[in-house]
């Protein structure tokens, strides 16, 4: 494979790569304690809160992930005695699909990064 062809492959997935973050970092910091405040009940959310708040912007992309991870799972959640399901049940649904679809899309172009690192070592090993 020509050193062009990797160029553009690595562009197609490291555009997306930076937009993604800068948007993760705007959902993080816009929508974090707003979601925290939809979920008084629930005792994760005060427990991430003083255990993250200190912790300054990764603290808060922490407990945004963990959130959404609640709400992915909240039987398992439930079931942990961390949420309260009617809670995750009233959480507005445009808010819970902004946080899906962008750890999505982080998780998405992660599994894209490593799978072309991957692509790359092996087809070094079989041309050499």
């Given at each position: ?61 922490i ?65 050499a």
């Amino acid at each position: 494979m020509s050193p062009d062809v990797l160029g553009i492959i690595s562009g197609v997935i490291g555009i997306p790569m930076m937009l993604i973050a800068i948007w993760l970092i705007y959902v993080v910091h816009a929508y974090t304690e707003k979601s925290e405040r939809m979920m008084p009940k629930s005792s994760f959310v005060k427990a991430n809160i003083d255990t993250f708040s200190q912790a300054g912007l990764p603290g808060k992309v922490i407990r945004n992930g963990f959130l959404t991870m609640v709400l992915l799972t909240p039987e398992y959640s439930h079931k942990r005695g961390i949420v309260d399901l009617a809670e995750v049940r009233d959480f507005p649904a445009g808010l819970k699909r902004i946080l899906i679809m962008t750890w999505g899309a982080c998780g998405f172009i992660f599994l894209a990064l490593v799978s072309f690192g991957v692509y790359i070592k092996y087809w070094r090993l079989m041309a050499a």
